[in-house]
């Protein structure tokens, strides 16, 4: 079954389409969130409640005329859009949904979702500069002084998880937290692991926001300082390509947590444990993502960057300090 | 001194498993020409530099095909996502409104270059590498066996106690890294 070359296709398919329908649909998610949270409606022309909207968007986005204005970088302004769509969907190939639905059970899968999101910020540096504007330049420049600054607290905080399942595997990591929430990483019962790691839980999850250039952490792309920061210059697919890189990278940041912290496709009370309990952790998280987005205001960009070196960096330190000595003393 | 066992040369057919293995591996090698190409011909630096973090990334597919997962993942991670990220923002920083390359420039310099120019660095390449495929198919090479299973269990007890010197010396270098990065931050802000 492994080496068979169905195998492959089927979650081939199946991710690119998981993918696909997440991308469009976190769009029309995040209207009606807003939309709600603002006493609005949101879309509601097309279909019954708007919900084809992401269809017609979609239709919208792909007969438009793709752009390329004068003064960009031609060939690096046209692949960055597709260099940031990539790393968030290959990032799918190792994650866990539930004991049997992974396209590949790799050893080494925590670092391998790492290496993929400094891909992504690659795409994001080169699309701010190809495009020859200036709110551009500055956009991408603070997207990676950003993102490389909160790999390092996230980093911290997954060495703890690591720590206590023994693994790099995503999936190890999910089995070792099964048979109820006492057992989850977050509020792991045993060795006293519920004293610090939901500090380690919180630290990951600001993390998380900041590296997917969520509000309030959304300085690359603040549209009343930078217009839309890196995507100024992009319009029909281009622009498309960005926002579905966007969504899909919220979507990994989920499954990612959801597996660290929250016990993987696990039911809280050790109950029918299975693919859904995955999909409705994510979505509350996803939930969570856009309730944050609308609630709160956009910080600047010296703030972010203290919170980050003087405060998350110490905490997440002197956390995986506790964590490894809790482990060596029960 | 190891044996390495060489599969028999049939070529798979292409609608298998093993077919499509193949094709991924010429597309990781084809990336790594391809992006070395670009990284020495790009007339813009921003693109040289995309071209060396398109060279790397096939270069950590090319190490995934040789069965050390843990390089492919440190290959990407360090030379990619921090190394070439690192360079782009330097670039950037020091000189955003670069010029689009002017055509004129190579046209008048061979002029003024001499006849034997170019047979004179054809015949250096071609010796250059002639030498290096003798060394390469002369030379015995030792292979070392392979650290347990190649898992990142094996390497981590291994460089922790084996290799713990070298281990060491690299922190030391990255220690003195970070305190001279500081000692100039700091000057620069008084």
Redesign the interface.
């Known amino acids: 079954m492994e080496t068979s070359i169905w195998h492959a296709l089927l979650y081939l398919v199946g991710i690119l389409a998981f993918a696909g329908l997440n991308a469009a649909y976190l769009g029309y998610c995040e209207r009606k969130g807003a939309a709600r949270i603002q006493r609005r409606s949101g879309p509601t022309e097309v279909g019954y409640a708007g919900l084809l909207q992401p269809l017609a968007d979609g239709i919208k986005l792909m007969s438009k005329q793709l752009l390329v204005p004068k003064g960009v970088d031609g060939i690096i302004f046209r692949a960055a859009p597709i260099l940031a769509m990539v790393p968030a969907i290959t990032s799918m190939a190792v994650i866990p949904f539930s004991g049997n639905i992974q396209a590949r059970a790799m050893e080494l899968s925590v670092l391998l979702l790492f290496a993929l999101a400094a891909l992504a910020m690659f795409a994001i540096l080169l699309g701010g500069w190809a495009s020859g504007n200036k709110y551009a330049l500055i956009s991408s420049t603070r997207a990676v002084s950003q993102t490389l600054a909160y790999e390092i607290p996230m980093l911290f905080t997954v060495i703890t998880v690591v720590l206590i399942s023994g693994s790099l595997n995503l999936q190890d990591i999910a089995l070792d937290q099964q048979g109820g929430f006492w057992r989850w990483n977050i509020f792991r019962i045993e060795n006293g692991h519920f004293l610090t790691m939901w500090i380690s839980f919180l630290i990951f999850f600001i993390c998380t926001i900041a590296e997917t250039n969520r509000a309030p952490f959304d300085m690359a792309e603040a549209e009343s300082e930078l217009v839309a920061g890196f995507m100024t210059e992009y319009g029909s697919m281009g622009f498309g390509l960005f926002m579905m890189g966007e969504y899909l990278n919220i979507v990994v940041a989920a499954c990612l947590t959801t597996v660290l912290f929250l016990g993987g496709w696990d039911c809280p009370l050790g109950l029918i444990p299975g693919v859904w309990w995955f999909l409705i952790k994510i979505y509350i998280l996803i939930f969570t993502f856009i309730w944050i987005r609308w609630t709160f205001p956009r910080t600047q960009i010296y703030k972010l960057l203290n919170l980050n070196w003087k405060i998350l960096i110490p905490f997440s330190m002197v956390n995986l300090l506790i964590t490894a000595v809790l482990i060596k003393v029960f | 001194m190891q044996t390495i066992i060489c599969q028999p040369a049939t070529t798979p057919a292409l609608?298998?498993?093993e077919g499509?293995v193949g094709v991924i591996f010429l597309v990781t090698i084809a990336m790594v020409v391809i992006g070395g190409l670009i990284a020495v011909h790009a007339q813009?630096l921003?693109?040289a530099v995309?071209g060396l973090?398109l060279c790397f990334?096939g270069l950590?597919g090319v190490y995934y095909f040789l069965l050390s997962?843990?390089v492919a993942?440190?290959q990407?991670?360090i030379y990619?996502?921090?190394v070439?990220?690192l360079i782009?923002?330097g670039i950037?920083?020091a000189s955003?409104e670069e010029a689009a390359p002017v055509d004129e420039k190579p046209t008048t310099d061979i002029k003024h270059r001499s006849v034997l120019a170019g047979p004179l660095a054809a015949s250096i390449a071609g010796l250059l590498f002639a030498s290096l495929a003798i060394l390469g198919l002369k030379t015995q090479w030792q292979v070392f066996p392979r650290e347990g299973e190649g898992?990142?269990h094996a390497v981590g007890i291994t460089l922790l106690t084996t290799h713990g010197m070298v281990f060491e010396l690299i922190s030391i270098v990255l220690v003195m890294a970070i305190i001279g990065a500081l000692v100039l931050a700091q000057r620069g802000r008084n």
């Open positions: 609608f298998t498993a499509v813009r921003v693109r995309a973090a990334t950590a997962p843990i993942m440190m990407l991670l990619v996502g921090a070439s990220v782009v923002l950037m920083l955003p898992d990142i």
